[in-house]
């Protein structure tokens, strides 16, 4: 009777240990999920802030459409406003893909190759947006002349303060746009450390 009454407590106390190490498992993945997820968080605000001014902006041409009256103009208002609309929607959502990996129901090699995946198009798209955003200076930059001065930059010379200006916003671009692009970089490398903690 002792040995039966033994045996039943070892088979208990095994199964007790067992449900266990199933909710550690359990806790331990949720909160990886919770990080994977927290590492794209602030960047992800970043992303909508700068959704909210491209849709801004993009509202703001819309409106003044018509103080465009030349072909030249109408085109660059046209360019500016496919970039407004369509680089930030895309962006978010290769975020949002990226942002919403599921670590649970996967294996590990299919969550890394579709982490991989989603890490390459949301690295270049961001690189399309920068380098489209150096040509977005170029077309912006007669728009609002247009809109808010009514003038026509493409008749007139510029003065030498106004190259200035435009020089140091092209510079000011440049280091925005690098320092925006490694901290997509290392925000991704961070997550396919935390994604190689689940092997």
Same mark, same amino acid.
């Given at each position: 009777?002792?040995?039966?009454?033994?045996?039943?407590?070892?088979?208990?106390?095994?199964?007790?240990?067992?449900?266990?190490?199933?909710?550690?498992?359990?806790?331990?993945?949720?909160?990886?999920?919770?990080?994977?997820?927290?590492?794209?968080?602030?960047?992800?605000?970043?992303?909508?802030?700068?959704?909210?001014?491209?849709?801004?902006?993009?509202?703001?041409?819309?409106?003044?459409?018509?103080?465009?009256?030349?072909?030249?103009?109408?085109?660059?208002?046209?360019?500016?406003?496919?970039?407004?609309?369509?680089?930030?929607?895309?962006?978010?959502?290769?975020?949002?893909?990226?942002?919403?990996?599921?670590? $649970?129901?996967?294996?590990?090699?299919?969550?890394?190759? /579709?982490? !991989?995946? @989603?890490?390459?198009? &949301? +690295?270049?798209?961001?690189?399309?947006?920068?380098?489209?955003?150096?040509?977005?200076?170029?077309?912006?930059?007669?728009?609002?002349?247009?809109?808010?001065?009514?003038?026509?930059?493409?008749?007139?010379?510029?003065?030498?303060?106004?190259?200035?200006?435009?020089?140091?916003?092209?510079?000011?671009?440049?280091? $925005?746009?690098?320092?925006?692009?490694?901290?997509?970089? /290392?925000? !991704?490398? @961070?997550?396919?450390? &935390? +994604?190689?903690?689940?092997?």
């Amino acid at each position: 009777m002792e040995w039966d009454e033994l045996q039943a407590t070892w088979n208990r106390m095994s199964e007790e240990l067992e449900a266990q190490k199933k909710l550690t498992n359990s806790i331990v993945m949720e909160m990886a999920r919770t990080k994977y997820k927290n590492k794209f968080n602030k960047i992800s605000h970043y992303e909508k802030l700068g959704t909210v001014v491209c849709f801004g902006a993009a509202l703001g041409i819309i409106l003044n459409f018509s103080a465009l009256d030349t072909w030249y103009l109408k085109l660059c208002g046209i360019l500016s406003l496919g970039f407004l609309i369509i680089m930030p929607i895309l962006v978010l959502a290769a975020l949002k893909q990226i942002q919403e990996l599921d670590i $649970f129901n996967q294996t590990y090699s299919e969550i890394l190759r /579709r982490y !991989t995946k @989603s890490k390459t198009r &949301l +690295l270049r798209l961001q690189q399309i947006s920068i380098t489209l955003s150096f040509a977005m200076l170029f077309l912006i930059v007669p728009i609002t002349a247009k809109i808010f001065n009514d003038q026509d930059i493409f008749s007139m010379s510029f003065k030498p303060s106004q190259w200035i200006g435009f020089v140091l916003v092209f510079v000011g671009m440049l280091f $925005f746009s690098r320092w925006g692009y490694k901290s997509y970089q /290392r925000i !991704t490398a @961070s997550a396919a450390l &935390l +994604l190689e903690d689940l092997k």
